[in-house]
């Protein structure tokens, strides 16, 4: 099976046919999708102009989009690099039994669904390094009332959401589905007190 590096030489490769370029592209987010699969290809194909089901698109339209992909894969793995040090040393110092925060990195190991979007086509419009790294600082602070990436307070309890941890806060505005480190207590409460409100609407 293609690594990621791999698969990006096949997108740049210019000799090669363009269908097998957007291809390779696609495969990326195997290894790589900050929003999952579907919703970062949207999120790819609107900031590059690339139509989502062009078989042959722009070259250049291409290589910007690995290009954004490449810059956020870059801050993963340096915020994976530092999360291993920091659980070596915990270890080290007999600190053995993983918190929340290190249940949530679980799930998102490898860079799949760190900021996972349970609609694909609403997601953050920014760049998805500058959304990375808006994440990694919330996750280093101490925990806030608002969504690390876009500051929107429009957080609602989602009991449906299509992995896990199953259910959680998502973020109204830019659609992310919050890591719970990130909030205080009474912002996971005043979401899930949104999802009751929201239900009681639904069932008048």
Not at 171 to 193: D, F, K, N, Y
């Amino acid at each position: 099976m293609a690594g990621f590096r791999s698969l990006a030489r096949q997108v740049r490769d210019p000799r090669g046919d363009l269908a097998l370029r957007r291809y390779s592209l696609r495969k990326c987010l195997e290894r790589f999708a900050p929003y999952g699969h579907r919703a970062t290809w949207d999120h790819l194909c609107a900031r590059h102009g690339i139509e989502p089901e062009d078989r042959a698109p722009e070259p250049v339209r291409l290589m910007r989009a690995l290009e954004e992909l490449e810059e956020a894969r870059a801050v993963w793995l340096a915020y994976e690099a530092g999360f291993a040090e920091r659980r070596r040393r915990e270890k080290h110092d007999g600190l053995r039994r993983p918190g929340a925060f290190d249940d949530w990195h679980r799930r998102t190991w490898g860079g799949y669904g760190i900021a996972h979007c349970e609609d694909p086509e609403v997601h953050p419009g920014a760049p998805l390094a500058e959304v990375l790294g808006r994440l990694i600082a919330a996750l280093g602070t101490k925990p806030g009332a608002a969504c690390p990436v876009c500051a929107g307070t429009g957080i609602i309890w989602r009991q449906d959401l299509d992995r896990e941890p199953w259910s959680g806060p998502v973020c109204t505005a830019c659609g992310i589905v919050v890591p719970r480190p990130v909030l205080t207590a009474g912002a996971l409460a005043r979401a899930r007190g949104a999802r009751t409100r929201d239900l009681t609407a639904s069932a008048a």
